[in-house]
């Protein structure tokens, strides 16, 4: 057993362009952040339970090792659900003391979920002696948040705090998994992340049905045409279909194929380099989820408001699920200063709520750290 500590750390992501297409079957355009979530793990002095601390929250577990299945409706069942995918595979865990700590805003949709379940899949393979692919550990966070969390998420999240490159974001095809690193030639600009600090309520349960209407439209369309997914309908192929579909039904898959359509034209552009194209690709991919998709608020909205109109803005979205959370803006940096401090102070004083804004800084994906690197 695990006699000295050893480290580990995940991401979290921002998602540039592509939201709530990852289980329709579409392309997402995460990048992994410089933030996420550390992890020691080290030898318990209980050989049957395991010990679970969080430096963010001050719910501690000590749970025995017939215990471990059973959740607690806590942060602690984001390390229990992967503990199972493990335990299920013949890798039973006990004996053990894990020690979190994040930098990442929570519940803010920059996946601090996903970084926890990912620091813990990554370090449970690296103390079996690693019987898991990157791509299979993705998998298993992924099932640990959908069957055990009940969240009924794609692979996103998971997928880019696993296979983050610095510097780079992944184009990532959720149907097939293949996928790119995408290096970002940022030529004087920055992406800027603004956190509205809205508590979001019941994300989990708007989420489940967006995603249920989506499998209903899907459902619906199937009867006459032959896909496996939403997202492998182009545009001008969904228009001509969509007479079979009403109400928000129509709606939400309107946005799946339109985003899908925005994030294959994105990722063109920046490769061309064009990245005034992709600031507007952002602008629609937000309308698209404000109005279809219906995932904004108010706090989101009045965000990216403001900065589509700022000087030096070139597009802004909000990134990952909705409902809150956070925007990103593609700006030039020599702006930035000025427009936290001109947006910030227009939030606040709208919502008497402070906005937080953090520079994106684009870093690699879910490691073992050397004691000398590692920030505790
Ligand atoms: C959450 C989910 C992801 C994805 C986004 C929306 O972050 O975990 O799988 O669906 O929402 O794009």
Redesign the pocket.
């Known amino acids: 057993m695990q006699k000295t500590e050893r480290h580990f750390f995940a991401p979290g992501r921002v998602?540039l362009i592509g939201?709530?297409t990852?289980?329709n079957g579409g392309l997402v355009f995460p990048a992994a952040l410089n933030m996420g979530t550390y992890l020691t793990v080290k030898q318990h002095d209980d050989a049957d339970s395991c010990r679970f601390i969080s430096e963010n929250d001050p719910a501690e577990f000590l749970i025995r090792k017939e215990e471990l299945s059973q959740k607690r409706n806590s942060w602690v069942d984001y390390p229990l659900g992967v503990i199972k995918e493990f335990t299920d595979r013949g890798f039973p865990v006990s004996g053990l003391q894990f020690h979190y700590r994040g930098d990442l805003p929570i519940g803010a949709?920059l996946?601090s979920s996903a970084s926890i379940e990912m620091v813990t899949a990554v370090a449970l393979n690296a103390l079996n002696g690693s019987p898991f692919t990157m791509l299979e550990l993705v998998q298993m966070a992924q099932h640990a948040e959908n069957d055990f969390v009940g969240m009924n998420?794609?692979?996103?999240?998971q997928f880019a705090s696993g296979f983050g490159k610095k510097n780079c974001a992944i184009a990532l095809d959720c149907n097939t998994l293949e996928y790119e690193h995408v290096p970002l030639e940022m030529q004087g600009l920055k992406f800027v992340i603004a956190n509205t600090n809205k508590k979001r309520g019941l994300v989990d349960s708007a989420y489940n049905q967006r995603r249920s209407e989506c499998q209903q439209a899907l459902e619906i369309l199937q009867q006459h045409t032959s896909v496996e997914n939403l997202c492998q309908l182009t545009v001008s192929q969904f228009d001509e279909l969509s007479e079979y579909l009403t109400g928000d039904v129509l709606k939400r898959a309107r946005h799946a194929v339109c985003e899908n359509g925005h994030v294959r034209e994105a990722i063109t552009a920046l490769k061309r380099g064009d990245m005034s194209s992709f600031g507007q690709l952002m602008n629609a991919s937000h309308a698209s989820l404000r109005d279809d998709y219906e995932v904004t608020c108010p706090e989101l909205d009045f965000l990216a408001e403001q900065a589509q109109q700022f000087p030096g803005v070139l597009g802004n979205r909000m990134t990952?699920?909705g409902f809150g959370g956070c925007t990103v803006t593609l700006i030039a940096e020599n702006q930035v200063d000025v427009f936290v401090e001109n947006v910030g102070g227009a939030y606040e004083q709208q919502f008497n709520i402070c906005a937080d804004f953090y520079v994106a800084e684009i870093g690699e994906g879910t490691r073992e750290m050397k004691n000398a690197e590692f920030r505790m």
């Open positions: 998602n939201d709530h990852d289980y949709a996946s998420c794609g692979i996103m999240d990952g699920a």
